[in-house]
């Protein structure tokens, strides 16, 4: 659907920031509102983050499933206009239009679902019953695990897995069949809100590419501890008699963090999976590609070399550098489902052995334009110094916004992009993405954020912090004028990225 060598723009925005009337973003009317707009102003790619289920702090990085779609994306509409669920009543107050509250949304959209499931069964037709027969037995490999691990959580009081009893902590297989016949219908619950995602999101997806749209999602490179991945094959991480871990994930220390990034995710035995070809590896990404036509791996260094911290350290001072799977992970991918149409997310430390797995691979890397104004003009995040086979990013999810990335950058750095772009407080969101689609890197992607012009207050998130400002915002159809549509279209089109003709643009 997309082409990685060659030109093409598009923007950043994760589902749950979308509008709509259920308390967060979803695959409902809104999402397919977006794409024409997204079509309107020349884009050709909409960027995701992760579509898993959320875990601590709201983050879909630390999710219950890497193979599982959010609960919280499945649009209510489909389900009403099925016959399934009644149109809901709004809970007092209804929802902030700006922000997701999720401790409101969580328990009310959930509430919905279960009526749906109902209804589902009690008129759902002869045909849809099939249809979601069929689906659960084709995804058989990765949700019989997760949805027995979803409703084992349910039926604990959410309690972690390994405080479970002991038989179902082992995966005892008299204790977990007698368990899938003592919760088949909380099973049947989230087989169906699973169907509900895939149905949905792969008839968005359709619906975008039919108008020269391709999706582009986003892997996390770990999984999280409380996990039906980590239940299901504990041989593959590293830990002890417990099912702890004896280390972690992480990164080390530096100037943006004097005690490093304690990540606490369990580590992958690289051994073990190299053994079994990487199946777990392969059937993750299959899955992946079941749902974008491209997608970001997160935290790309980590398959070169990964930072490994003792469990028993709170910080990731007392860290070591180990060896990852490199290409022979990829290669063995790759022997299965072909050329793989993937970004590397290759920030942060990175070393030679990182750039030789990248370009070994094929993959484009990313540039950051915000990170190219504290040095001089030899920093590798200044456009003049790219080259092609990247994807040139204002920021991330990550970083601020441009114009609050402007009001809180050094002097000197407001300074230097101020002249280089050339750019002031007015228009520097404008120059840039003017500087990242004029560049040579192939693809150029921008927040919606950026496209409004939006201050620090919109931002997506802030690493190492927890708290209601992270993942919560939102945009509504107010915020988004004819002259940013018509300057984003001008700018994509003048720089090559878009098939429309500058004669046709106002």
Known sequence: MID????????????TSLPGPHGIGDFGPDAYRFVDWLQSAGQRIWQWLPTNPIGPGNSPYQSVSAFAGSPLMVALEPLIGAGWLPAPTLPDGGFAPHQVDFGKVIGWRQAQLRAAHAGFIAKGTKTEHAAFAQWCEAQADWLDDYTLFMALETAHDGQPWWQWPAPLCARDKAALDTARKQHAAEIGFWAFVQWCFDTQSHALKTYANARGIAIMGDLPIFIAHHSADCWSRPDLYLLDAAHQPTSVAGCPPDAMAPTGQRWG?????????????????????????????????????????????????????????????????????ERVLGPLPIVAEDLGLITPDVVELRDGCGFPGMKILQFGFGTDATDDFLPHNWGRPFVAYTGTHDNHTVRGWWQSAPARERAYAGSYLPASDGDVHWAMIRACC??????????????????VEHRMNTPGTVGDHNWTWRFTWD??????????????????????????LP
């Open 479 to 504: 915020m988004v004028d004819g002259e940013a549509t018509r300057v984003l279209a001008l700018i994509t089109a003048a720089s090559g990225r878009t098939q429309f003709e500058l004669a046709r």
């Open 265 to 333: 995710n369990p580590l992958y035995r690289w051994d073990r999976m190299a053994k079994e070809d990487f199946a777990w590896w392969t059937a993750r990404l299959r899955r992946a590609l079941d749902q974008a036509d491209v997608f970001r791996i997160d935290h790309f260094r980590g398959f070169a070399g990964y930072y490994e911290i003792p469990a028993t350290c709170p910080t990731a001072e007392e860290g070591e550098w180990r060896p990852g799977p490199g290409k022979a992970l990829f290669d063995a991918i």
């Open 4 to 15: 990685l060598e060659q030109r093409a723009a598009g923007v950043l925005l994760h589902v």
């Open 438 to 455: 004029n560049s040579v890197a192939n693809l150029a992607v921008c927040q919606l954020q950026d496209v409004l012009g939006l201050g």
